[in-house]
């Protein structure tokens, strides 16, 4: 009789202490999961900026314009809403080294700036309400480094078209700005 109530005792133990360990793992999966939480809200904020109305920092206007210049490209206009791999990879790189965000920070940054201007059919009509944005937020030195940004934009595809050389002169003109 005894022996019985030692292997239930043990049996009881052991589910006890299985049953402690599931949720000690538990508990360490659910405070990484906190811990990472800040990159997935920052992506999914950002994605209920699905439209140019919601658009009011003027990184992401920076962003939109830059697009807007990479689309007046040649490849631009071949492809609905496209930019090339060139122009992308070039855009990012400017996040990174103008705007000082990290690599990862900057694509998602690109691609949501891609996903809302996605409708827009005419860069023309983006111009100035970003430009807008930009001038109340950024000083004349700013603006003048954004100008110098979408030159190399415009130029990553090969020599700016102009149609792209006339977006950027219209951008230096409502900024106050000459070409550099």
Same mark, same amino acid.
């Given at each position: 009789m005894h022996i019985i109530g030692i292997v239930i005792a043990?049996? %009881?133990a052991v589910f006890w202490v299985g049953r402690a360990a599931r949720s000690a793992k538990d508990i360490a999966d659910m405070a990484s999961t906190l811990k990472n939480m800040k990159r997935p809200n920052r992506f999914?904020?950002? *994605? !209920? /900026?699905?439209?140019? *109305?919601?658009?009011?920092?003027? #990184?992401?206007?920076? +962003?939109?314009? #830059? &697009?807007? +210049?990479?689309?007046? *490209?040649?490849? =631009?206009? #071949?492809g609905e809403a496209q930019i090339s791999d060139g122009a992308h990879a070039k855009i990012t790189e400017l996040l990174v080294g103008y705007m000082q965000v990290s690599k990862s920070e900057a694509g998602e940054l690109l691609t949501q700036m891609l996903?809302?201007?996605? /409708? !827009?059919t005419e860069p023309e009509t983006i111009l100035s309400p970003m430009t807008?944005?930009? *001038? /109340?937020?950024?000083?004349? /030195?700013?603006?003048? @480094?954004?100008?110098? #940004?979408? =030159? @190399? +934009? !415009?130029?990553?595809? =090969? &020599?700016?078209?102009?149609?792209? %050389? +006339?977006f950027i002169t219209r951008f230096e003109n409502r900024m106050g700005v000459t070409s550099p």
């Open positions: 043990l049996a %009881t999914k904020t950002r *994605s !209920a /900026k699905r439209d140019l *109305s919601s658009i009011d920092e003027p #990184m992401d206007a920076a +962003v939109i314009l #830059m &697009i807007c +210049v990479a689309r007046l *490209s040649s490849f =631009g206009q #071949m996903w809302t201007t996605s /409708k !827009a807008n944005i930009i *001038s /109340k937020q950024i000083n004349h /030195k700013d603006a003048s @480094d954004l100008s110098t #940004m979408l =030159g @190399d +934009v !415009a130029n990553i595809d =090969g &020599i700016a078209n102009s149609d792209q %050389t +006339v």
